[in-house]
């Protein structure tokens, strides 16, 4: 009973990062629009709020595997479990940080990457992306990620 409990505690967290996400796109879109100095406060809000969001998802998450480590009732599998999630979770947010920092030092102005298991987003502020650009963005992830072309997706924000 107590396994089926961790199980269905971390499905909800996993389903509230989404939710999270989910929201944050609806949110920005509504907010898109205006003159250009209220869409680049925009831009810069995006990415502002998206890391606020990810960190205290990612805050949220670790609360929960601390807790199913320390607790006296988790099973020794279940302990095991929670450990090799929190440290996929902070090699997930090393990789995402220094890819993050590389399209930084390309000369793009601000970047969010996230990684799932199979596909990696960035999301670039920049009005429009040149083939020369998305060619150093896809570089950037493939040499520190080793992602096949196919699943990298390369999103300009305004």
Do not use: H, W
């Amino acid at each position: 009973m107590k396994k089926r409990t961790k199980i269905i505690i971390l499905s909800a967290m996993v389903l509230l990062l989404g939710l999270t996400g989910y929201l944050n796109v609806v949110l920005n879109n509504s907010l898109s629009g205006g003159n250009n100095s209220d869409n680049s406060t925009t831009t810069s809000s995006y990415f502002a709020a998206y890391r606020n969001d990810r960190e205290s998802t990612r805050d949220q998450e670790m609360l929960y595997y601390d807790a199913i480590i320390t607790s006296g009732s988790s099973s020794a599998e279940a302990i095991k479990s929670a450990e090799e999630a929190r440290l996929n979770l902070v090699q997930q947010m090393d990789k995402e940080l220094v890819v993050e920092g590389l399209i930084k030092a390309k000369g793009f102005g601000d970047c969010v990457v996230t990684i799932s298991n199979t596909n990696v987003n960035a999301v670039v502020k920049a009005k429009k992306l040149n083939s020369t650009e998305v060619a150093q963005i896809v570089a950037v992830i493939q040499g520190q990620l080793g992602t096949n072309i196919k699943n990298i997706k390369i999103i300009p924000v305004e």
